[in-house]
C-alpha cells in the first residue's frame, strides 16, 4: 500500500490496524514465552487473552477514543470476539474443504475477522459509550 492510499484510510481504521499488529505481537510474544513454561493449550489460551486485553483497551481509548470501560463495552466485544472467532474457524474451514488452499484459507478467514472486529467496534461495541 503506497502512502497516499494509506493516508486516504480513515484515521480510526489505521489505528485499529495498528493496535490489530500489536495485539498479534503481544499474542506470539507471550505465547513462545510461556509455552516453554506451561502446557501449550494453556500458553496459547492466555496468550489470546493478553493480545485481547490489549486490543480491547488501545481500541476503546485510543481508536476509537471512547475512554471508559463499562460492562456494556467489555460484555458486546466479547460477543463479538467469540463471534469472529466462529466466522473465522468457519470459512477457514470452507475454503480449505472446497479448494484445499490453506494459506488462501487462513487469508480469507484472517480478513473476514479483521472486518467483522472493525465494523463491529465502530458501529456496536464502542458507538454509544
Do not use: C, H
Not at 88 to 97: A, F, R, T
Request: charged share 10%; net charge positive.
Amino acid at each position: 500500500m503506497n502512502k497516499t492510499t494509506y493516508k486516504n484510510l480513515p484515521v480510526d481504521l489505521r489505528k485499529f490496524v495498528f493496535v490489530g499488529v500489536g495485539a498479534v505481537a503481544i499474542d506470539t510474544i507471550s505465547y513462545l514465552f510461556l509455552s516453554g513454561l506451561i502446557d501449550y493449550s494453556i500458553a496459547k489460551g492466555v496468550s489470546f487473552l493478553l493480545g485481547s486485553i490489549f486490543a480491547y483497551l488501545m481500541n476503546n481509548y485510543w481508536t476509537f477514543e471512547v475512554g471508559k470501560v463499562t460492562g456494556g463495552n467489555i460484555s458486546k466485544f466479547t460477543a463479538l470476539y467469540f463471534t469472529s472467532l466462529g466466522l473465522n474457524v468457519s470459512v477457514n474451514g470452507i475454503v480449505n474443504e472446497q479448494f484445499q488452499m490453506y494459506y488462501l484459507a487462513f487469508i480469507l478467514a484472517t480478513g473476514t475477522s479483521t472486518i467483522i472486529n472493525y465494523l463491529g467496534q465502530k458501529f456496536w461495541v464502542f458507538a454509544n459509550d
